[in-house]
């Protein structure tokens, strides 16, 4: 008796539908929706390396996405670009592979930490000592950018406006000491490639530490370099 072709088959057929089907459900997995908890997780552990050696006690909190992604097995995360380290920012997540896409993320750096505080009112063009200022502990990142940190390194500065009792001391609020002060004899130092001179002159204008100040020297030539402490301007060649 001839054996029937589609029975001797069967099994065979059956075995490879079900083979395919496992194979199709793998697939269907793989290119399911990314995890959004997996996108968080990544982001903050971005945020962390960022904020390595900041001052104060660090916490991070990242908002996961809301909307479904496509699964992704090599997750890079960045900062856009000018955008502040701590307070509320926006970290990005791109997928480089297997499929290509770009989520923002928001996001929340504190950083609890000692700030600068005026101790009484002051007026403007006030030259700060150690009395005028104080250090409160805060959030750094709810506060501006240039938040003044060391209390004792604005010692000398000058006030640039009025200030209020118990104001966060800011840096564009204040002006640098004078380091050079119009019509003064300044000593010059001339420097280049493998020499160092000294010599005199007279400032032309007043001027901070760092700041750019011309000087007119005994020969009556006028040149420009950067103000130091002491009546000192560094003219590099």
């Known amino acids: 008796m001839t054996a029937d072709p589609s029975r001797a088959r069967g099994p065979v057929h059956a075995g490879w539908l079900a083979a395919l089907c496992l194979c199709l459900a793998g697939a269907a997995h793989a290119a399911g929706p990314q995890d959004p908890a997996a996108l968080q997780a990544h982001a903050e552990r ?15 909190q990242v908002t996961p996405p809301r909307s479904a992604l496509p699964a992704c097995s090599a997750l890079d995360a960045f900062q856009p670009a000018g955008s502040r380290g701590i307070g509320k920012l926006t970290v990005g997540v791109r997928c480089l592979a297997p499929s290509q896409w770009t989520v923002y993320l928001p996001a929340q750096v504190r950083v609890m930490g000692p700030y600068v505080v005026t101790r009484q009112a002051l007026p403007a063009n006030h030259v700060l000592t150690a009395a ?6 805060g959030d750094l990142g709810s506060l501006p ?3 003044v940190a060391d209390a004792d390194a604005m010692v000398g500065y000058r006030t640039v406006s009025g200030l209020a009792a118990g104001a966060p001391l800011r840096g564009a609020t204040l002006r640098a000491p004078l380091a050079v002060k119009q019509g003064q004899v300044t000593r010059l130092v001339l420097t280049g490639p493998g020499f160092s001179v000294q010599s005199h002159g007279q400032a032309l204008a007043n001027a901070g530490r760092g700041d750019q100040v011309r000087v007119k020297t005994r020969s009556g030539q006028v040149v420009s370099g950067v103000a130091h402490d002491g009546q000192q301007v560094v003219v590099a060649f």
């Open 46 to 60: 971005f945020l962390k390396t960022q904020t390595v050696g900041l001052p104060g006690k660090v916490t991070i």
């Open 132 to 137: 005028d200022l104080a250090l409160r502990e």
């Open 145 to 147: 950018a240039d938040i």
